[in-house]
């Protein structure tokens, strides 16, 4: 049975964004032109041990999408699935940036619609230009004082380098 005309398309992009990374955009900004409704679901995972909290996590990414008017920064501690349910959604957006990727998304996916048959996953292609891109490898770029412009923005890359200096005591090599 096909859904009524008028029926709002929601989907949710969940993930940790610690920090939000230029591939991460890419994911968001092409999203929110497939969709009525896109929330950006940060997950406060509490088996990671994030650099930036929630809240600072939550700021970045809506500074980011400030200029997408269909685009809503959430956060969850949940499964994916009740979340997704609980926002009447009815597709997860998941980037993909390789055959790993696709293994462990494919095993995530077949989970979350054994809990919410309503709910499709659908993939979306990293643009190669971001495919080995991680939010990891961001942090440890920075970490050691290494160039993060092209891989996240001015107000991420900004917010890295106070953070890290703030870890250190304040002590962060200046380049």
């Given amino acids: 049975m096909s859904e009524p005309a008028n029926k709002k398309r929601i989907a949710v992009y969940p993930g940790t964004f610690d920090p939000v990374t ?31 909290s929630v809240e600072e996590r939550i700021a970045l990414l809506r500074q980011a999408t400030e200029d997408m008017p269909n685009v809503e920064v959430d956060s969850f501690r949940d499964l994916t699935a009740n979340y997704v349910r609980q926002k009447g959604a009815q597709v997860i957006v998941r980037g993909i940036r390789s055959v790993t990727d696709f293994e462990y998304e494919l095993q995530l996916a077949s989970t979350n619609h054994k809990l919410n048959p309503e709910a499709e996953t659908i993939f979306m292609m990293t643009n190669p230009k971001y495919s080995y891109l991680s939010s990891s490898m961001v942090k440890e770029i920075a970490h050691f004082n290494g160039n993060v412009i092209d891989l996240v923005s001015p107000e991420v890359e900004e917010a890295l380098r106070r953070k890290i200096s703030e870890k250190n005591g304040g002590s962060a090599n200046e380049s």
């Fill in 22 to 52: 230029m591939g991460h955009m890419d994911i968001i900004q092409r999203a929110s032109k497939q969709f009525d409704h896109l929330i950006v679901a940060v997950l406060n995972n509490i088996s990671k041990n994030p650099l930036f």
